[in-house]
């Protein structure tokens, strides 16, 4: 797949993660299910690809499913703030970014750090950059998947 495939699978997955933790619905898979459907009934853009789906599904099933470990490595690395203080969009993108540190091997730490960044400048707000990618870093780090060393205050 390509990268501008990967990075569309990736915007798709935050969507419906963010759908989810606002909605407080417990059914990501349905949250992603529904997007798609919007997203390929849209006469104006271009119908997710297989591909894109099935990366999609893999960042939302993951990022489900392993959401306490993942909560824990956040936590433990944003050194003065809570997960739920976080900005909606932030804590999904680290969310989904964390996953990919964790659980997929297949993807370079820069690339999920650099990608989960794009997605900060994105959606976020100006000083969102800067916070994923600290936090992010630190969790490479903390993982072992790389990212600079990180003393605790």
Not at 53 to 61: C, D, I, K, M, S
Not at 74 to 84: D, Q, V
Request: proline residues 4%; positive net charge; contains cysteine.
């Amino acid at each position: 797949m390509k990268m501008a495939s990967r990075r569309r699978a990736r915007e798709i997955a935050l969507q419906a993660l963010y759908a989810v933790d606002v909605g407080g619905e417990d059914a990501p898979g349905e949250a992603l299910a529904g997007l798609v459907a919007l997203l390929s009934g849209d006469p104006d853009g271009r119908a997710p690809e297989a591909g894109e789906v099935a990366f999609a599904r893999r960042l939302v099933e993951g990022a489900t499913e392993r959401r306490e470990e993942i909560d824990a490595l956040i936590e433990a690395a944003s050194l003065h703030w809570r997960l739920r203080r976080m900005p909606t969009v932030d804590r999904n993108i680290l969310r989904m970014a964390t996953f990919e540190l964790i659980g997929c091997p297949d993807v370079p730490a820069s690339v999920a750090i650099n990608e989960a960044v794009e997605l900060a400048k994105r959606y976020g707000d100006r000083d969102s950059r800067a916070f994923v990618n600290g936090i992010l870093d630190r969790i490479a780090s903390e993982t072992g998947r790389g990212g600079r060393r990180h003393r605790r205050r």
